[in-house]
């Protein structure tokens, strides 16, 4: 082969990567731009879903108020929907949510921040490693298990000691769902105290304060926004507990405040009626819907409220 057909061989080999090259960056920009259109399309796919959602509890919580006076259900104190003259009010199943939300609170609440404030200021780094996954097993409990547990071990030790509580009752599912949030308060505000910076608590020290003076008067307001925000959404965990509740709490939709007494959940409610044998079309079918868009403007109201806490007593450092 000659110089010249050699040339015009490389000549030939090199166009054709130049052609190869441009081929693929043609097809790389064409797959750039699709990329935030399917990127877009995902994102919608949550959106949607709560649209969806929304739309549904909304369209059968009117067919509901068609039947119901919306101020007989929001403002009644009796719920008797299977009686021949059937009762309708949400008092009952928001009593029995707010108080085993509060149960659940009394118990989660210093246990979390107390097991925090170890975590985050006294345990040593292999300590922490080792405590904090151990602590965070609690939150892959399936909550049947919760449920169960409650009803066969946690209520007859409290009938061993308080015989006046009944056989379902509301004190129990509190105590364990307070078990159950213990993870989640305790892992919030661990990593709200450990982003308050070292030379903060070094000041302190120096300033003559020992680790518990520290603790309570620097750390914990510098992390106050994150301490809050966990105790919300431990409150709006609880509300939306299902299983633990519709196991140990009973079926008995008293407007009552006594813990040891069986009470209903707007939760277990739902279960209640989902699994029963109510008819579709019925006014008790469309309870449920009016039920749990209460349930869903319950735990939304307390999302926004996390959200507003953590930003209002945010501090920049």
């Known amino acids: 082969m000659t110089s010249d057909s050699q040339s015009k061989q490389n000549t030939l080999n090199v166009q054709e990567l130049i052609q190869q090259k441009k081929s693929k ?26 649209i ?48 085993s939300s509060l149960i659940a609170m009394l118990v989660a609440g210093p246990i979390g921040i107390m097991a925090a404030i170890y975590l985050s200021e006294y345990a040593s780094d292999k300590a922490r490693r080792t405590l904090k996954p151990l602590l965070e097993v609690l939150a892959g409990i399936p909550t049947i298990v919760y449920g169960f547990f409650a009803f066969t071990f946690v209520t007859p030790i409290l009938r ?25 308060i305790a892992s919030l505000s661990e990593d709200a105290m450990s982003s308050v910076p070292n030379s903060i608590r070094e000041g302190a020290f120096a300033l003559g304060a020992t680790k518990l003076e520290s603790t309570f008067k620097v750390v914990i307001p510098g992390a ?48 209640e009626v989902a699994g029963g044998e109510a008819p579709a079309g019925s006014t008790i079918y469309f309870s449920l819907y009016a039920v749990a868009m209460t349930l869903f403007v319950f735990t939304l109201l307390m999302n926004l409220l996390a959200r507003y806490v953590s930003r209002k007593f945010r501090e920049e450092y």
């Open 52 to 99: 969806g959602i929304i739309y549904t509890l909304f369209s059968e919580t009117i067919e509901f108020f068609k039947t119901v006076p919306i101020s007989d259900f929001f403002t009644g104190t009796t719920l008797k929907p299977l009686s021949q003259n059937p009762e309708f009010g949400i008092f009952p199943l928001i009593n029995g949510t707010i108080m």
């Open 25 to 50: 960056k043609s097809l790389s920009a064409k797959f750039e731009k699709l990329i935030p259109s399917i990127l877009f399309l995902f994102a919608m796919i949550s959106i949607l879903t709560t």
């Open 160 to 184: 061993s000691i308080w015989p006046a509580v009944d056989a379902t009752n509301i004190l129990s599912p509190g105590i364990v769902m307070g078990v159950m949030i213990i993870p989640m």
């Open 224 to 271: 106050l926004s994150g301490i809050i925000a966990s105790f919300i959404l431990g409150i709006s965990r609880a509300i939306g507990e299902t299983m633990i509740v519709t196991i140990a709490s009973g079926s008995s939709k008293n407007f009552t405040f006594d813990v040891t007494e069986s009470m209903q959940t707007m939760t277990a409610y739902i279960v």
